[in-house]
């Protein structure tokens, strides 16, 4: 048979969004069952987004503006920043795969850790790089020493994910700063920061802050989690003026909608309610971890909206028992499950399935 395809992409492992709820609800005959497995904020849009999005779409016969100029002098506003440095596409992730595009030709290499981002190797292997997954440490966090030693003249950029998903464990600023100090200035440093607003811990840098004016180091942003906006795939980066223009380059055309980018911008005239509705998320996250903790699992701090269970080879098993209860959770069979902060009300669900399962 006549290959259509490069021959390299059968290996490549498919990014697994969560379960559905209704098709789960459907095959256990329940009204509802929860979703606890994306990391999404469940408390709805934020006011405002819904009727600008409306408004939008009685345009939807025109193109949106292309250089998403409104949004990126909105964020730079808000976030203290020149314009020029600041890029947008759809999600965060997206803006990976295009920064994976802009600074590797075939052969070249991504160092990033193992678990992290699912989405990470994906991007590496579609723009013809090659992956250096180095492993977590024991703790389940970045091994910066073996990350640092896994450089090599091939490597072009480091995906840093701070707090780490999936597991939630973060660093802490003089760590972070002694690892970037050591980087080559020929190798391009992204910050992953998509879980930003739950961080609680103060010696967790802002990266925008302490690494903003660093000519190799990228910061990384998503409106997906903490602003509410995960359908509408908002993401935005930070990085010299320089990169930034690369990648505004290098975005396709008209790929950040109008209905988005109207979303965005009335999103982001609610921070006070966003912050009022993280700050629900953050309580929780200390609940649901020490109600993890009691049944016996030996969950790790997280500074993110989700916990990590480290199950092993109990991930799938664990996350197939808590969906005969009506609750979707995220497992990575091998090493572990991500369990998203819901409600309280699905946080209670969630934690009577898991003594269940365990």
């Not at 920064?99 to 070249?108: E, I, M, R, S």
């Not at 160092?111 to 997954?133: D, H, L, N, Q």
């Not at 950029?157 to 998903?165: I, Q, R, Y």
């Not at 910050?191 to 910061?219: H, Q, S």
């Amino acid at each position: 048979m006549t290959r259509l395809t490069r021959a390299d992409l059968e290996k490549l492992p498919n990014y697994v969004p969560g379960r559905s709820p209704a098709d789960l609800a459907r095959e256990l005959g329940i009204p509802e069952a929860i979703k606890l497995a994306s990391n999404e904020v469940p408390y709805g849009p934020l006011p405002g987004v819904v009727e600008a999005v409306t408004e939008a779409a009685t345009n939807a016969h025109r193109y949106p503006d292309m250089g998403v100029v409104a949004l990126r002098h909105r964020l730079a506003e808000l976030y203290e920043v020149d314009p020029d440095n600041v890029a947008t596409g759809c999600g965060s992730v997206a803006l990976a795969e295009i920064l994976v595009k802009a600074t590797c030709l075939p052969g070249d290499e991504v160092v990033f850790a193992w678990r992290s981002f699912e989405a990470y190797p994906i991007i590496t292997a579609t723009a013809g790089a090659t992956s250096v997954m180095v492993p977590n440490t024991p703790e389940h966090g970045h091994d910066l020493e073996a990350m640092l030693a896994a450089i090599t003249p091939k490597t072009r950029l480091m995906f840093v994910c701070n707090p780490n998903n999936p597991t939630g464990t973060f660093l802490r600023e003089a760590e972070l700063t002694a690892f970037l100090d050591r980087v080559p200035a020929d190798v391009l440093v992204v910050l992953d920061e998509a879980y930003k607003e739950f961080v609680t811990d103060p010696e967790v840098p802002d990266a925008l802050v302490t690494y903003g004016d660093r000519p190799n180091v990228v910061v990384l942003r998503t409106l997906s989690k903490a602003w509410g906006l995960a359908a509408l795939r908002i993401g935005w980066l930070h990085a010299s003026a320089e990169v930034a223009g690369a990648i505004r380059k290098c975005v396709t055309p008209f790929s950040t909608s109008a209905a988005a980018q109207a979303g965005a911008m009335a999103a982001l005239a609610q921070a006070d309610e966003m912050r009022r509705r993280v700050d629900l998320v953050i309580a929780e996250r200390g609940r649901v971890t020490e109600g993890l903790r009691a049944l016996g699992v030996d969950v790790p701090d997280s500074q993110a909206n989700f916990v990590w269970l480290p199950l092993g080879d109990r991930s799938l098993p664990f996350a197939q028992a808590c969906e005969q209860q009506g609750v979707i959770v995220r497992p990575f069979q091998g090493h572990g499950v991500r369990i998203t902060i819901g409600t309280p009300a699905e946080n209670d669900a969630m934690l009577t399935a898991a003594e269940k399962a365990l």
